[in-house]
């Protein structure tokens, strides 16, 4: 493991040029340029507006704003994660010619695709931050836990995306099965709504990693509360944990990859 | 003295026939676990078995044999792309492959991103790069087109700017496979040239090719590979006649098999013959400069007046070598019946190495029917020592004077 990283800290030139090349390649043929990181994150944020109306016209009462602030910050990180998500499983197959020719570490394609992400990411997080000024949101002291649950979020998603892009490389039909968890995800996952809302029930919402961290994250952003301990460090451990799993499977599997792509 | 490359009893298995790559067909195959193993090990077999060598720190190496003789799934090892079942294998140094130069190419990117990109990925540093840039253009011969997507680029313009990428790395190890036929004569002759530089740089190299010439021009030693195994691995002069060995018996069995269909299907057609080729005498192989005499037999069914007798060699490529014609010598057959035997003395062989194949006829007085082809014997010439490595059809003896 430590050797693996090591590995990927030596091979961090090649991570910075795919990256780049994702990056290039996606901006170059979208018309709209940078709009594009913005561009999902915006649909789901009306998707969520639409649905939070509906729950307010049912409940009669009016649509809050900082409901509809919280889905805004709650998207963000849920579109970085389903991209992330989408684009891994195919990072591996997607590059066969590279796989199958060449050697470098592998995990440099998802490491790579992960941060193009990122960058969409980060993109979006800059219109979101000049929007969350514009309503006057805030700041506070418990932004500091901020950077923490971005890192879990990341954590998350490359452990994930390792894990299954493996996965798909030995079984093709796993991206099937993720293209379909991933489209009704967010309904299973606290973005539109807020675990709160389950009562009793919150802490089944919670156990998917995502949904603690998203959680999170609303609190100490629009809430301008302290993160729930129990749940930070629920959060912590079941990241790292699916971190370490991604890569250990990853490495494990690694010398088979060129043969069975 | 450390080693470049070790390879220790290394062995590598392959999977013929269709994987289970989804979970569709692995979820059925989990259940019929019993006769599993029988049936998967019945479709594997061993593309490298038992080899061992150690390759020294700046030794130029080549690495031949018939298609199907493991040499690429050796480079793969060597790259670390595959490894293997068994056995164990050294690399010590920063190796780098010339083994698909485009492979890391994207389309929709320009001819300078993918210098980096492609350079990245066969290890370099953003710096190296940053220095080399310039070279690297300047050799690939397409400065003008750098800015352009490189999906508009031809397919010369695409590979030859593949090869300068890779060509500008400065690896320990290199390994080159099959590369060094890209571009036009010019670019070809830059590529032979930067290999020599890199040979004089003390790189460790590692070739894989089929071109006599070069692997003779480059390497000191070549390792023969057949079906997997190592049969020969020595000094180039002494290999390359037993690669030429194993290439002739391939080609003179296909060539067999081949004339063997086509005079089946003559018979079939043309059964009734008023003169037949009963048998051909000569030996099987030859040398050079040891005699060749043919000895024909016939058999005339119905008397022929003035018959022509002709004899050609053909290259196995269909290069007619010689003939002869019993008309143009100024022999009168006056006729022939019944059986009779014809010899044909062509004196000391000059040929160079390779199969040929024999065709005799005997046709008409007027050359216009011939009555019987014998289109079915075939001989191979076999030359030892550095003399025959040409593809040039004659060998004579050749005196140079100043």
Known sequence: ?261 | MKYALEFDHVWKKFKKGEKVNSLRDAIPHLFKRNNKNVSLQDLEFWAVKDISFNIEKGEVVGIMGANGAGKSTVLKLLSRILIPNKGSMKINGRVSALIEVTAGFHPDLTGRENVYLNATILGMRKKEIDGKFDEIVEFSGVREFIDTPVKRYSSGMFSRLGFSVAAHMNPDILLVDEVLSVGDISFQAKCAQKIRDLLSSGATIVLVSHQLDMMQSLCKRIILLQNGEVIKDGPTDQVIPHYQNIIFKQKEADLRNKMKAIEDQRVSVDTRTMVEITGVEFNQSYKLGEPIIFTLYYEAKEKIDNPIFWFGILRADGVLCCSSRTDKLGIKIDSIQGQGKVTIDLGKNLLAQGIYMVRFSIMDKEMIHPYVIRNKDVMRVDIEGPKSTSDAVFLPEIKWKF
């Open chain 1, 1 to 261: 493991m430590i050797q693996m990283l090591k590995e990927l800290i030596e091979y961090r030139d090649l991570i910075m040029m795919l990256t780049l090349r994702d990056l290039r390649v996606r901006y170059k043929q979208a018309a709209m340029g940078f709009l594009w990181a913005i561009f999902m994150p915006i649909v789901a944020i009306c998707a969520g507006i639409l649905i939070k109306k509906v729950m307010a016209v049912v409940a009669q009462h009016s649509l809050d704003t900082r409901g509809i602030i919280s889905i805004s910050v709650k998207v963000l990180p849920w579109t970085f994660f389903i991209s992330s998500i989408r684009f891994s499983v195919q990072a591996l197959i997607g590059n066969s010619s590279l796989v199958t020719k060449i050697y470098f570490p592998r995990a440099v394609l998802v490491l790579s695709t992960v941060l193009a992400c990122l960058f969409d990411f980060s993109v979006a997080i800059a219109v979101l931050v000049v929007l969350l000024i514009i309503v006057k949101v805030g700041v506070c002291i418990y932004l500091l836990w901020l950077p923490l649950l971005l890192l879990l979020l990341i954590l998350y998603t490359l452990g994930l995306g390792l894990l299954l892009s493996a996965a798909n490389l030995f079984y093709r039909d796993i991206k099937y099965v993720v293209e379909i968890i991933l489209m009704f995800g967010i309904f299973f996952t606290p973005v539109y709504y807020s675990a709160e809302a389950f009562g009793r029930w919150k802490a089944i919402m919670l156990l998917n990693p995502l949904g603690s961290i998203l959680e999170e994250i609303d609190k100490v952003v629009v809430l301008h509360q302290m993160p729930d301990a129990l749940w930070l460090i629920y959060a912590v451990l079941a990241s790292s944990a699916v971190f370490i799993i991604g890569m250990m499977v990853f490495h494990k599997t690694e010398p088979y990859f060129a043969e069975n792509i």
